[in-house]
């Protein structure tokens, strides 16, 4: 594949599955926390990346493909979206690879685009249904203790949440990143990502305040 030639998404991402269920497995916080190092094997599939080599470029898609899922998945509010924006993520990739610093990680540089990516998504779908949003929400909001009314409720005030506000609140509360991991890949300093939660739970709250009563 021609260094100059942009892959289609099937092309640079295989197609990824994950069963039944479009939620990550048990183990997906632990991959999420997981230090993050530069591995011998990741420096050799840069390098074969920056000069077109196309199986460096899949060997990166190969090695990072499940944590950029995570990412997207914290932040869109449906399984399809977010393998969208995990394609997308990629071929910005894959288009700034020149840009790309080795001496940074790849799957750090990389979650940065794809939440950009998933942010970019969200944004353009805005409108959604009832029958779209009760299967769209991230598992851990899902308590089946909870009555429907609730859970409802609860599904409604994510929605009416900032795009971005919604995505701090999710990664945070949800993934258990760090202000700092969070602000790393929206692209905001760590304090603005804190206040964003901040806010994020008081609106909540506004929104919730009915039930509480």
């Not at 399984?79 to 990739?93: K, P, S, Y």
């Amino acid at each position: 594949m021609p260094k100059g030639d942009v892959p289609s998404a099937g092309e640079v991402v295989p197609a990824i599955s994950y069963g039944q269920s479009p939620s990550p497995p048990p183990s997906a916080r632990q991959q999420l926390n997981a230090p993050i190092r530069i591995s011998d094997e990741e420096r050799e599939l840069v390098s074969l990346a920056k000069q077109g080599d196309e199986r460096g470029f899949a060997g990166l898609v190969r090695l990072h493909q499940r944590r950029a899922y995570i990412v997207a998945r914290s932040i869109v509010l449906t399984h399809e979206d977010a393998e969208d924006a995990v394609q997308e993520g990629f071929l910005r990739a894959y288009q700034a690879l020149d840009r790309f610093d080795p001496a940074q990680t790849f799957g750090a540089w990389l979650n940065r685009i794809v939440a950009n990516a998933a942010l970019d998504l969200a944004r353009r779908r805005k409108v959604r249904n009832a029958d779209e949003l009760s299967e769209s929400i991230p598992t851990a909001f899902r308590d089946p203790a909870e009555g429907g009314e609730l859970r409802e409720r609860l599904e409604d005030a994510l929605e009416q949440l900032p795009d971005r506000a919604r995505a701090v609140i999710v990664l945070h509360d949800v993934e258990g990143f760090t202000h700092a991991e969070i602000g790393e890949m929206l692209g905001i300093p760590g304090g603005t990502a804190r206040s964003d939660l901040h806010h994020a739970r008081q609106k909540l709250r506004v929104l919730l305040k009915n039930l509480r009563d």
